[in-house]
T-cell receptor, first 115, second 121 residues
């Protein structure tokens, strides 16, 4: 069982370039999340999705976009990359979050550097 | 205000020592969940434990134990007889139910800043 997979593992972007971080889960989870982790910090929520076709903003959504056309996939799009987006990005999924009960399962992360 | 505080930024111990990682949280919800995650040097996040706000029983799993005290809003994590493989960053997290788009709820997970644990041979 692969769980949550993310590609690529590493990426270097130039300022102003765009890219899409891929995330796929095979656990049939309704909920999916994108976080960023800056050095020495905990994770901050960028966007989340409660099911196919439904997404919403988290704490730090500026500069990012998401879509959820299938249950399995939740790509994160960076438009016009900026140095402030240098971070490690984690995708996570969880079963339907009744009263926030379920733990989130995390992918291995994508380390992005914008120069 | 910081919702999840892990006051210890770094802890260094020698193998076989016991070590406790502190976590203090803040919430107005009556129902919430607390988690501990481990992030080894390889970078992935590994789920360790979940505890709900109504269950203050301490839990032990092998060398790991957790002490949840609602009166002090603390959820501390103890590793007994630490090993080099325990070296990692440990995150405490608080999950609160929130209503998002269209009235559906999701678990808003707030992480502490993490404690770097180094276990020396």
């Amino acid at each position: 069982n692969a769980g949550v997979t993310q590609t690529p593992k590493f990426r270097i972007l130039k300022i102003g370039q765009s890219m899409t971080l891929q995330c796929t889960q095979d656990m049939n989870h309704n909920y999916m999340y994108w976080y960023r982790q800056d050095p020495g910090m905990g994770l901050k929520l960028i966007y989340y999705s409660v099911g196919a076709g439904i997404t919403d903003k988290g704490e730090v959504p500026n500069g990012y976009n998401v879509s959820r056309s299938t249950t399995e996939d939740f790509p994160l799009r960076l438009e016009l990359a900026a140095p402030s987006q240098t971070s490690v990005y984690f995708c996570a999924s969880s079963p339907q979050a009744l009263l926030a009960t379920y733990e989130q399962y995390f992918g291995p992360g994508t380390r992005l550097t914008v120069t | 205000a910081q919702k999840v505080t892990q006051a210890q930024t770094e802890i260094s111990v020698v193998e076989k020592e016991d070590v406790t990682l502190d976590c203090v949280y803040e919430t107005r919800d009556t129902t919430y969940y607390l988690f501990w995650y481990k992030q080894p040097p390889s970078g992935e996040l590994v789920f360790l434990i979940r505890r709900n706000s109504f269950d203050e029983q301490n839990e032990i799993s092998g060398r790991y134990s957790w002490n949840f005290q609602k009166s002090t809003s603390s959820f501390n994590f103890t590793i007994t007889a630490s090993q080099v493989v325990d070296s990692a960053v440990y995150f405490c997290a608080l999950s609160e139910a929130r209503v998002g788009w269209g009235g559906t709820s999701y678990g808003k997970l707030t992480f502490g800043q993490g404690t770097i644990l180094t276990v020396h041979p």
